[in-house]
């Protein structure tokens, strides 16, 4: 069974850099896209970008200036950065695996609260 | 970007009752393969989004076949045939035919 497990930096200042890593449990990386979403409290849910298992990177154009996704296959993870935070940054941060099989995402990290304050 | 469109909130409905819940785009979903890439998810309470319907009508491994999608071009319905205590949380559509890929803002399913 296939399971992701992510983990990251807390609270954040503005202007500091939001990194977080996801780890995949019982499945290769090669031949799926490796996502990251967000969801600020209360409100719908935003696609931040994704990586291919060879790094091929696709990025949401509203986030891109500021956004790295990463891939380390001999650690079976993958990474986000996101520089530059503000509060609007404020969410909560899921990884998720992108199938081709199904063109969805078919399995998803519990989810990391981000909160930028000063 | 397409632009995903649901009610906020269903019709509160009985248990064992069905449900239905639409989702609109503002632009075709026909991929320039033939596929329609319209998921469906459910959200739970304090819990990650789960796959529920792929390819419009596809059902994801493990999903009860009470849930079931339909619809072509621009407007697509989830239906729960039969809801169940369980079924309470949010449902979002989101589409993947093109980047980036965009959810609608997600539609509340309570029981009466």
């Known amino acids: 069974q296939v399971r992701l497990q992510q983990w990251g930096a807390g609270l954040l200042t503005p202007s500091e850099t939001l990194s977080l890593t996801c780890a995949v449990y019982?499945?290769?990386?090669?031949?799926?896209?490796w996502s990251w979403i967000r969801q600020p409290p209360g409100k719908g849910l935003e696609w931040i970008g994704e990586?291919?298992?060879?790094?091929?990177?696709n990025y949401n154009p509203s986030l891109k200036s500021r956004v790295t996704i990463s891939i380390d296959t001999s650690k079976n993870q993958f990474s986000l950065k996101l520089s530059a935070v503000t509060a609007a940054d404020t969410a909560v941060y899921y990884c998720?695996?992108?199938?081709?099989?199904?063109?969805?995402?078919?399995?998803w990290g519990q989810g990391t609260l981000v909160p930028v304050s000063s | 970007d397409i632009v995903m469109t649901q009610p906020p909130l269903s019709s509160p409905v009985t248990l064992g009752q069905p449900a239905s819940i639409s989702c609109r785009s503002s632009?075709?979903?026909?991929?320039?393969?033939?596929?329609?890439?319209l998921s469906w998810f459910q959200q739970r309470p304090g819990q990650p989004l789960r796959l529920l319907i792929s390819?419009?009508?596809n059902r994801f491994s493990g999903v009860p076949n009470r849930f079931s999608g339909s619809g072509a071009g621009t407007d697509f319905t989830l239906k729960i045939s039969r809801v169940e205590a369980e079924d309470v949380g949010v449902y979002y559509c989101?589409?993947?035919?093109?980047?980036?890929?965009?959810f609608g803002q997600g539609t509340k399913v309570e029981i009466k």
């Open positions: 998720a695996r992108g199938s081709t099989m199904v063109t969805s995402y078919d399995y």
């Open positions: 019982g499945g290769s990386l090669s031949g799926y896209y």
């Open positions: 990586t291919s298992h060879i790094g091929r990177t």
């Open positions: 632009q075709s979903l026909v991929h320039s393969d033939g596929n329609t890439y």
């Open positions: 390819k419009i009508s």
């Open positions: 989101m589409q993947a035919t093109q980047f980036p890929r965009t």
